[in-house]
């Protein structure tokens, strides 16, 4: 029998942005955090990319950015991060995307589900119909976890799997 694992989300002010700044460099690699920018690893490019990016998103979903990003907690620990972000679909406003990366010591436990369900609920909260997401065809774990979640899962010709969960 396996447990659920107490997961929750925390708004990402100052405090909570360094932390995950800390964990991304200790226990995430930089392709799964920020984009290539100045080059190969953690670099002052992709470290400011990373602060300006959970700056600009700590106004929430019908903030200037259209985005959110909260912490993932479990077991009262800093794990990583998940976010949404409204899409631009014909001015309806239903629908967003959602993104998640774990330190790689928080991996294959469940928090992955556990908050992306948070985040659901989230999208639910907030009039959200549809949410979705994009992964590498490569990805298993991905592809579970959003399987798991009741999406469903597309596989193109660009080497991606798209993900779609009507709520």
Known sequence: MSCSPDVSL?????????????LAKRDASPDEVAPPLGGPGWNPERTAWFRSYH????????GEAGEKTWGVVSGGTLAGSVRLRRLDDGG????????????????????????????LEEARRAGLARVVAR????NMGAQRLLAGLGCDLTHDDDGTVGAVVEL
């Open 10 to 22: 925390v708004d990402v002010d100052d405090a909570v942005m360094e932390a995950l700044l800390a």
């Open 55 to 62: 700056r600009a998103a700590a106004d929430g979903l019908d």
């Open 92 to 119: 309806c406003g239903t629908a967003a995307e959602t993104g998640i990366w774990l330190g790689r010591s928080f991996r294959s436990q469940g928090i992955g589900s556990a908050a992306l369900r948070l985040v």
């Open 135 to 138: 992964t590498l065809s490569g």
